[in-house]
């Protein structure tokens, strides 16, 4: 089985350059399974219905989120829907939404992290608890695991080898070049990067982003503009197993 995974889709360039290449992408690596972290496609922050519906419609199977879920109101009912869009598992219980699904055969979970970020409840030990509790789990599963710290990435991916087929990290929008199948049969990388402008600051217009560094003041950021990258990474599962035989990075720019 190959899952192709995509990192965090910026704003309307991001979804333009999916809605283009991503259905030649999936063609060309003979995709069974599309995972998209879609929270900061709408305007670069936050996803809203419209935003997630046309992911979905790029080619998308499942969406994952982070930190910025919560930015749009409106995505809210689709959170408790039938929509194939997650949000953190680990936040406390009684908000929105659900932290797994199940697509093709696939466990998907979102994961999010502390180190640098905030007062969630334990990645670690909340992923111990829904293995735990899940009856029928299928073999293979994938955690898109957003989070800032490359330490705290590194230790989920460790922590979780041989127990899921893939920990694969959002958030920083930087790709890393640390890619590999971990000795339990895990494939592993610390960050997948993102779809978004070549010439910004993680996604965002420069200037905005260099006045806040200048002024330490508050100053609105939108999306960049220009040519995007696109940064993915295709895993292949033995589906008998659910361990992962290889992973690849993938990655084009945008004419």
């Keep these: 089985m190959r899952i192709l995974v995509i990192g965090d889709v910026i704003g309307k360039p991001g979804r ?5 290449y991503l259905p030649q992408i999936k063609q060309e690596y003979g995709v069974d399974l599309t995972i998209v972290n879609a ?3 709408a305007g670069g922050i936050g996803v ?4 997630a519906e046309e992911l979905l419609k790029a080619g998308a199977d499942v969406l994952t989120s982070g930190n910025h879920v919560w930015a749009h109101k409106t995505i809210l009912p689709c959170l408790d829907g039938d929509m ?18 199940i697509k093709k055969g696939v466990l998907v979970v979102n994961l999010i992290g502390r180190t640098f970020m905030s007062n969630y409840d334990c990645p670690f030990r909340a992923m111990d ?18 989070a800032e710290a490359t330490s705290e ?3 989920l991916g460790r922590y979780l080898d041989g127990r899921v087929s893939a920990v694969l990290g959002t958030h920083t929008h930087v790709g890393t070049i ?9 494939a592993y990388v610390t960050d997948i990067g993102m779809v978004g402008p070549v ?3 993680i996604g965002d217009e420069p200037e905005s982003v260099l006045q806040r560094f200048l002024t330490q003041m508050p100053h609105r950021l939108s999306a960049g503009t220009g040519k995007c990258t696109i940064n993915a990474m295709l895993v292949t599962v033995d589906e008998a197993t659910g361990k992962s035989t290889g992973i690849e990075r993938i990655q084009k720019e945008t004419v």
Excluded: C, M, W
């Excluded at 809203?48 to 935003?51: D, I, L, N, S, V």
């Design 16 to 20: 333009e350059a999916l809605n283009t």
């Design 39 to 41: 929270e900061n496609s």
């Design 48 to 51: 809203t219905p419209e935003t």
């Design 84 to 101: 194939p869009l997650i949000r953190p598992l680990n936040y406390p219980p009684g908000v929105p939404g659900k932290g797994y699904v």
């Design 129 to 146: 608890a829904l293995l735990t509790r899940l009856e029928n789990i299928p073999k293979v599963i994938f955690v898109d695991f957003h």
């Design 153 to 155: 990435k590194v230790a």
């Design 178 to 186: 640390d890619a590999r199948v971990l000795p339990q049969g895990t």
């Design 199 to 201: 010439d910004s600051v």
